[in-house]
């Protein structure tokens, strides 16, 4: 099938440019290949909006019924200690953390919205569809990409109603995929596209959906907390947004350089909804969701080259979220909708995609980016280091100090031998407050179609025994949020079947030895509202 343009994802960052394209120039023939069974599925998102993109790609969104309805009326942060907690004025707050005239959204209702103004515009998405591989021309620019073939077993072999992929060439790729994705990670390396940039930073962030009763419920109540359960060397806070129908996102995130093997992300967001002074929002409630998805937090100084011949790199596959503002949504957007006027410009005037860059530095987006690249370093100081630096930086210099502090190592270069690194003891669930990781994998609708090729590829199927079981005491237990991968009889099980798509097993495992690709079409979480 031949494109003017193929876009890979259906998130924020590739809508957005379909549809700033289709408004540049409608006779452009666009496509979006989708790897969730529908928009929406895979999408799971905090979500405080900051409308700003929105209001720039279609300034009627209210007219038109956008699902942004929550305004914030009021902010919370919280300094937590076991037993207690601090309310910090949020007067003394960054600017760049208050969310005065920010939304609480759905991102995956939100995404359906933007499909629907997409399709309206012209712009052909195909749900289901996971691109696979990327088709190069014999002069190594890229010409498009191949869907997985559907139908084989888990040997490679065909079974019955097997259907072979199809390829999909475009005079423009753009690569839309969110964090971690593995055509994305798969072009950095083949292009070089990080050359002199800093190690890419992650987080995995969990987030739940809770019912609530009307007197715990304060409807556009947002609310940040940090410190326990963490212990102070390890980043990492929490959000509890309180959105429309009694309805409370709560969620957790932590950097993926803990140093300690033994950390499991899912047990200490189970434990820190037993702080008194989180239990009292959620007790007598329903949890009704759950789900959890890695964030790319390196900001400005990781920030890949984001062109290449004949493709484009952006959003949250490039790594465009702003880290103290713990959003990524409007700057995925903004990224899409600069893809799509270097695009434009690019068949119509034969500018160089790497115009993209040039607008890029231009844009309202890069000048966030650089006002917040000191943050995220500054906390491997420590917690309290971290919080005083960063308010140095933020409210006494606007971001403008007249330096870059540097990322030093990777994230799965952080992690001690178990040898070195305490145990942790985590409480058993009580299944009414905290839950095990099989009832909430339940909650995400998760499902892969049987006696499929294993997704998660092992490059040394011997290494998880032989190698980080004995140092490490194989970390993949615990760092993956739903029970993927499972020590039994001194074997190493992979239980893809559960595999949410959170990608924190390919940024974490400590020898890179686990890579994620995309499995059959339409596999994994079936999000609602998240």
């Not at 359960?229 to 509890?240: A, N, R, V």
């Not at 996102?249 to 350089?257: A, E, F, M, R």
């Not at 500054?378 to 308010?391: E, M, N, V």
Request: hydrophobic share 35%; net charge positive.
């Amino acid at each position: 099938m031949e494109y003017d343009v193929v876009i890979v994802g259906a998130g924020p960052a590739g809508l957005s440019t379909a549809i700033k394209l289709k408004q540049l120039d409608s006779k452009i023939n666009v496509c979006i290949l989708e790897k969730g069974s529908e928009v929406g599925a895979h999408i799971l998102s905090g979500n405080v909006l900051e409308t700003r993109a929105l209001d720039e790609l279609i300034p009627n969104w209210r007219e038109l019924g956008a699902p942004v309805k929550t305004k914030v009326s009021k902010e919370k942060f919280l300094f937590l200690g076991k037993k207690s907690s601090l309310s910090w004025p949020t007067w003394l707050l960054p600017s760049v953390q208050k969310n005065h005239n920010n939304y609480i959204v759905s991102l995956a209702n939100l995404c359906r919205w933007l499909a629907e103004q997409a399709e309206k515009l012209g712009v052909e998405i195909f749900p289901g569809f996971p691109a696979s591989e990327v088709l190069y021309n014999e002069d190594g620019s890229i010409k498009g990409v191949a869907t997985l073939d559907m139908g084989l077993d888990k040997d490679g072999n065909k079974k019955e109603g097997y259907q072979e992929g199809m390829e999909l060439h475009a005079k423009v790729t753009v690569f839309s995929e969110g964090c971690r994705g593995h055509l994305g990670k798969e072009l950095i390396k083949k292009f070089n596209l990080d050359e002199g940039k800093n190690p890419q930073q992650y987080g995995i962030g969990l987030k739940e959906i809770w019912e609530v009763s009307e007197d715990q419920h304060q409807e556009g109540l947002v609310m940040h907390t940090a410190g326990w359960p963490l212990d102070s060397k390890t980043y990492g806070g929490s959000f509890i947004y309180h959105a429309e129908k009694k309805q409370i996102y709560i969620g957790y995130v932590i950097g993926l350089d803990y140093q300690n093997p033994y950390l499991s992300p899912f047990d200490e967001f189970q434990r820190f909804k037993t702080h008194k002074a989180i239990r009292k929002m959620l007790e007598g409630g329903k949890r009704i969701s759950f789900g959890a998805r890695a964030l790319i937090e390196g900001g400005l100084q990781s920030l890949p080259k984001m062109y290449m011949p004949g493709a484009l790199l952006i959003g949250c596959n490039a790594g465009t979220l702003n880290m103290p503002k713990i959003k990524g949504t409007h700057t995925a957007m903004k990224s899409g909708m600069i893809a799509a006027e270097t695009i434009v410009e690019h068949m119509k005037n034969k500018r160089k995609l790497s115009y993209y860059e040039e607008l890029f530095k231009k844009s309202w987006v890069y000048k966030e980016l650089h006002a917040a690249r000191n943050v995220k370093p500054s906390f491997s100081w420590g917690l309290i280091l971290g919080i005083i630096f960063t308010g140095i930086d933020q409210i006494l210099f606007k971001g403008k100090l007249p330096f870059t502090l540097q990322h030093k190592h990777a994230d799965h270069e952080a992690l001690k031998p178990a040898s070195v690194m305490p145990k942790i003891e985590y409480p058993k669930p009580d299944g009414r407050l905290t839950f095990d990781k099989t009832s909430s994998v339940y909650l995400t609708g998760t499902n892969h179609t049987e006696n499929q090729p294993v997704h998660l590829k092992l490059k040394d199927q011997n290494l998880p025994i032989n190698y980080t079981l004995k140092e490490f005491d194989e970390p993949s237990q615990r760092y993956c949020p739903v029970g993927v991968y499972e020590i039994q009889k001194e074997k190493f099980v992979i239980n893809s079947q559960n595999c949410i798509h959170c990608k924190t097993c390919d940024i974490k495992e400590p020898s890179q030895n686990i890579t994620w690709v995309a499995p059959e079409g339409g596999g994994g979480p079936k999000y609602g509202n998240m």
